[in-house]
């Protein structure tokens, strides 16, 4: 496959997003695309997969050109994409949902499910790529749905297979999985385009890597001829630490006040949704992290602290009230912020423009007498854009933005309304290292202002680097509580999975 | 973007839209009329070329207006209102009610008092599927639609029972005083003053909608209600008031065809108002100042099809037949998808694994 001087140029932004790209791979190969946000690489994928038109510049697979813009002919062409948080049709089964579009016919007008079933499996005897083709599609966890989605592909013959930011939402075992499957996958023969800020996964599996940043490509060279800290020096244009940004855990918080705790919470939705009799309390000024493997608790436990669902037992005390009744809103008057997991749906609306967004907590001081003036609206937020470097204009629509850009409209609101308690959840979820770190840098220092933080997080790193105390989740019950200075990337990695349990 | 392409952001499609509903009805016209340019020149100049068909249809503008603009609050709060035909009904059968029983009324007092009533009367039939749907979860769709039915037969009763003008021939109640019909214009067409009133309302709405709290707190819910309920925002409330004001609003269609138009209530008048103002609010998009030109071409389609029967050889169900093509061609938001398409900075980007 070959990509030669594509140009999208976005005339309303004013954003070249790719400039002059070219890139080539065979079959076979494993290529990595990395960069930060914002640097052309989804636009290029959109691309190749036909969903934006370039304004220059031909793609073509085996000498064949690929019309651009035509999402039936970069499919004809064999390519397909993995999106980054890939859904399912709920109520459908596995099965379904591969053939969906393309079942097999029998006398031309019956679905032959039997027939796609029998083709199906035989790709997962190949590829053996294990799912249960009967379940249904609502019950799968997302690696399991990623799965699904590769099936989807491998069903349809593609053989470029592009995987955006595959790992984004996986826990470390389903990493290991899912670099196994991309190994045979190319050990078959098939294209792969690999997409990921995580340069440690990166230099594992890729045998070339691209470094795109500005919408040019500044590189691709085979994996031997560099190391992460060129690469990443490449993405960012200068030399920075990859590594996270290292706090100062000078502070014996445990003297300080308990400001909110959890007392013997227990909710069960379904067999595989509950919590059980969890305990938990935060100091002011500490930052209290919570890891876990997603799909053991995290959200329930997101969902109930901020007060989008009611627990069933037990209850929640912040400052020596009990607040498990309130809604959303009465924790945010009583002081509670909170920074969802899922910003696209829940922390922005998308279709809203950007000032939309961020006035949300704000609007009642501003409003006079009910009168709320489209000048005002515009000059608070491009206050708050400057304050937090947010790119933007403030009538754009914010589903525009880069991840990073849209997680600082989030918190910059939220931090705004200087809270006692914030709620954060995944926060560097598709963020690139600057933007993380500059992330990291701005709780760190809202913490020692002395607000709590409860960061629930399935990133070990990230859950290591900022908290003052470490619990961990697993099948719907704290593992352990303790210190950070007592736990290490490996313990911490037992706990979640269970292999170690200190209750 | 400037702000301006957020009030205009839907004229596009509302645009592309409406000019393929022209293009049909002149292929159709061409192909069902034996005289073909007689019909072209009436359909198209028809209702300019006297003042009662432009009076007439100015007049069904105005009400298209106000059932247009009660749909679109509705929208932009992401409910639905489908009860359009019994909330213009019970408007204007509360309306009828005021004036004609209420002793020592006069002309102000009478309009602000049929007015209210009208408008409560259509709010509340609305609102009752709000309260259902925050309480029960019923779908407001279904509700509004089979409460407006219900309601609906309620009134024919009433009209060809106890309220029913003995001396008429028709099935109507009795006519309200002289003193309380609104000013006539264009005579003897229909327009009347309440063409005002319509025009007054989208000013309103559309001040409501940006530049108030309430405004920004409906606009928020309507986009993403998980949003706005993580936000603190009352989200239930904005269910049941924005139905509350289509309602009211519909209430208000209604209490100014009597008092402008019919001066009774009679019985099957609302038939049209209803529908039509979801398909004026469609293509309006969310955008209450686009509700004043898609309500106009509406009327236009009307007025056209109406003269162009009466001067040419014009069937008569070609004019159904073309408002049941707009209906089909707005419903079916295709064309108003891919112009937004056209306008749109970036694709959506869509999971799954359909491509």
């Known amino acids: 496959m070959k990509i030669s001087g594509i140009n999208k140029y976005y005339k309303e932004t004013g954003v070249h997003a790719c400039n002059e790209v070219y890139l080539s791979t065979e079959p076979g190969n494993i290529l990595a695309l990395v960069g930060e946000n914002g640097a052309g690489k989804s636009t290029l994928m959109n691309i190749l997969c036909g969903s934006v038109s370039a304004d220059s510049g031909r793609?073509?697979?085996?000498?064949?050109?690929?019309?651009?813009?035509?999402?039936?002919?970069?499919?004809?062409?064999?390519?397909?994409?993995?999106?980054?948080?890939?859904?399912?049709?709920?109520?459908?089964?596995?099965?379904?949902?591969?053939?969906?579009?393309?079942?097999?016919?029998?006398?031309?007008?019956?679905?032959?499910?039997?027939?796609?079933?029998?083709?199906?499996?035989?790709?997962?005897?190949?590829?053996?790529?294990?799912?249960?083709?009967?379940?249904?599609?609502?019950?799968?966890?997302?690696?399991?749905?990623?799965?699904?989605?590769?099936?989807?592909?491998?069903?349809?013959?593609?053989?470029?297979?592009?995987?955006?930011?595959?790992?984004?939402?996986?826990?470390?075992?389903?990493?290991?999985?899912?670099?196994?499957?991309?190994?045979?996958?190319?050990?078959?023969?098939?294209?792969?385009?690999?997409?990921?800020?995580?340069?440690?996964?990166?230099?594992?599996?890729?045998?070339?890597?691209?470094v795109m940043r500005k919408g040019k490509l500044i590189l691709q060279k085979p994996i031997h001829k560099l190391t992460p800290a060129i690469t990443a020096q490449e993405m960012i244009g200068r030399a920075e630490d990859v590594n996270y940004p290292k706090r100062n855990h000078d502070r014996d918080l445990r003297k300080a006040p308990i400001?909110?705790?959890?007392?013997?919470?227990?909710?069960?939705?379904?067999?595989?949704?509950?919590?059980?009799?969890?305990?938990?309390?935060?100091?002011?000024g500490e930052i209290l992290g919570i890891a876990g493997i997603r799909e053991n608790g995290l959200e329930i436990l997101e969902n109930i602290i901020s007060g989008m669902t009611h627990p069933q037992k037990g209850k929640l005390i912040f400052n020596d009230m009990d607040v498990s009744g309130e809604s959303p809103a009465g924790?945010?008057?009583?002081?509670?912020?909170?920074?969802?997991?899922?910003?696209?749906?829940?922390?922005?609306?998308?279709?809203?423009?950007?000032?939309?967004?961020?006035?949300?907590?704000?609007?009642?001081?501003?409003?006079?007498?009910?009168?709320?003036?489209?000048?005002?609206?515009?000059?608070?937020?491009?206050?708050?854009q400057n304050t937090y470097n947010i790119d933007g204009l403030p009538q754009q629509q914010i589903k525009h933005l880069s991840g990073g850009n849209i997680q600082k409209v989030i918190l910059s609101r939220e931090l705004r309304e200087n809270p006692d308690l914030i709620i954060i959840c995944e926060p560097s979820w598709g963020l690139d290292f600057s933007s993380r770190n500059q992330l990291h840098i701005e709780l760190d220092q809202t913490a020692k202002r002395g607000t709590a933080i409860l960061l629930i997080s399935s990133d070990i790193d990230e859950i290591l680097a900022l908290s003052d105390r470490i619990s961990v989740l697993y099948d719907g019950k704290i593992n352990i509580t303790e210190a950070k200075s007592e736990m290490n990337r490996k313990s911490i990695g037992e706990y979640m999975l269970g292999i170690r349990s200190e209750r | 973007m400037k702000r301006t392409n957020r009030?205009?952001?839907?004229?596009?499609?509302?645009?592309?839209?409406?000019?393929?509903?022209?293009?049909?009805?002149?292929?159709?016209?061409?192909?069902?009329?034996?005289?073909?340019?007689?019909?072209?020149?009436?359909?198209?100049?028809?209702?300019?070329l006297n003042s009662l068909s432009i009076g007439n249809m100015l007049s069904s503008f105005t009400l298209l207006v106000f059932s247009g603009l009660a749909i679109t609050v509705a929208f932009k709060a992401d409910v639905f209102n489908l009860g359009g035909e019994g909330q213009i009904y019970s408007g204007a059968i509360a309306a009828t009610a005021v004036l004609v029983y209420l002793p020592g009324l006069n002309s102000f007092s009478g309009f602000i008092l049929a007015s209210l009533a009208a408008a409560a009367a259509g709010g509340m039939m609305a609102g009752i599927s709000g309260v259902l749907k925050n309480r029960w979860n019923v779908d407001e769709l279904i509700s509004?639609?089979?409460?407006?039915?219900?309601?609906?037969?309620?009134?024919?009763?009433?009209?060809?029972?106890?309220?029913?003008?003995?001396?008429?021939?028709?099935?109507?109640?009795?006519?309200?005083d002289i003193r309380f019909q609104l000013l006539s214009f264009l005579r003897p067409s229909n327009l009347n003053s309440s063409i005002f009133g319509a025009l007054i309302a989208v000013g309103l709405i559309t001040f409501i909608f940006f530049f108030t709290k309430q405004g920004y707190e409906l606009r928020i819910c309507g986009m993403n209600r998980e949003f706005a309920h993580y936000g603190g925002l009352n989200t239930a409330f904005y269910v049941t008031a924005?139905?509350?004001?289509?309602?009211?609003?519909?209430?208000?269609?209604?209490?100014?065809?009597?008092?402008?138009?019919?001066?009774?209530?009679?019985?099957?008048?609302?038939?049209?108002?209803?529908?039509?103002?979801?398909?004026?609010?469609?293509?309006?998009?969310?955008?209450?100042?686009?509700?004043?030109?898609?309500?106009?071409?509406?009327?236009?389609?009307?007025?056209?099809?109406?003269?162009?029967?009466?001067?040419?050889?014009?069937?008569?169900?070609?004019?159904?037949?073309?408002?049941?093509?707009?209906?089909?061609?707005?419903?079916?938001?295709?064309?108003?998808?891919?112009?937004?398409?056209?306008?749109?900075?970036?694709?959506?980007?869509?999971?799954?694994?359909?491509?």
């Open chain 2, 144 to 176: 509004s639609f089979l409460l407006s039915n219900a309601v609906i037969h309620i009134i024919d009763y009433l009209i060809t029972g106890p309220l029913w003008d003995k001396e008429s021939y028709l099935l109507t109640t009795r006519t309200i």
């Open chain 2, 242 to 355: 924005p139905l509350v004001l289509s309602g009211a609003l519909l209430g208000l269609a209604g209490s100014s065809a009597v008092m402008g138009i019919h001066h009774a209530t009679i019985k099957g008048f609302y038939s049209g108002i209803g529908w039509n103002g979801i398909a004026v609010a469609l293509i309006a998009g969310t955008n209450p100042l686009a509700v004043i030109p898609s309500a106009f071409i509406f009327a236009y389609l009307n007025q056209a099809s109406e003269t162009a029967m009466l001067k040419a050889d014009f069937p008569f169900e070609l004019g159904s037949l073309i408002q049941a093509i707009v209906f089909l061609l707005i419903s079916s938001k295709i064309i108003s998808d891919k112009a937004n398409g056209i306008f749109a900075l970036f694709p959506k980007k869509k999971g799954g694994i359909v491509d």
């Open chain 2, 7 to 48: 009030l205009f952001g839907h004229m596009a499609g509302t645009i592309i839209t409406l000019v393929a509903v022209l293009i049909i009805s002149i292929i159709f016209l061409l192909l069902f009329s034996s005289d073909k340019s007689e019909s072209i020149y009436y359909f198209f100049a028809g209702p300019f």
């Open chain 1, 331 to 384: 924790l945010r008057i009583r002081g509670i912020s909170y920074v969802p997991a899922d910003r696209l749906n829940r922390g922005v609306s998308a279709d809203s423009t950007i000032a939309d967004n961020l006035i949300l907590l704000n609007y009642k001081r501003m409003h006079k007498m009910g009168i709320l003036a489209p000048a005002s609206i515009n000059k608070w937020a491009e206050t708050m």
């Open chain 1, 59 to 210: 793609i073509s697979v085996n000498d064949r050109n690929v019309k651009s813009g035509s999402p039936e002919s970069s499919s004809l062409a064999g390519i397909g994409m993995i999106h980054q948080h890939p859904e399912g049709a709920g109520p459908l089964s596995v099965l379904e949902n591969i053939v969906l579009g393309y079942e097999p016919r029998r006398f031309k007008i019956f679905t032959f499910l039997k027939k796609a079933e029998l083709e199906i499996l035989s790709i997962q005897k190949d590829f053996r790529l294990y799912l249960d083709l009967h379940k249904n599609c609502s019950e799968l966890n997302s690696a399991q749905v990623q799965r699904m989605e590769l099936l989807h592909l491998l069903y349809r013959k593609k053989d470029i297979l592009i995987f955006d930011e595959p790992t984004a939402s996986l826990s470390d075992n389903q990493i290991e999985e899912l670099i196994t499957i991309i190994s045979r996958l190319k050990n078959e023969g098939k294209t792969i385009l690999f997409i990921s800020h995580k340069l440690n996964e990166v230099f594992r599996i890729a045998d070339e890597i691209a």
């Open chain 1, 259 to 284: 400001i909110y705790s959890i007392e013997n919470l227990s909710y069960r939705k379904s067999d595989s949704e509950f919590l059980s009799n969890i305990n938990l309390h935060i100091h002011q």
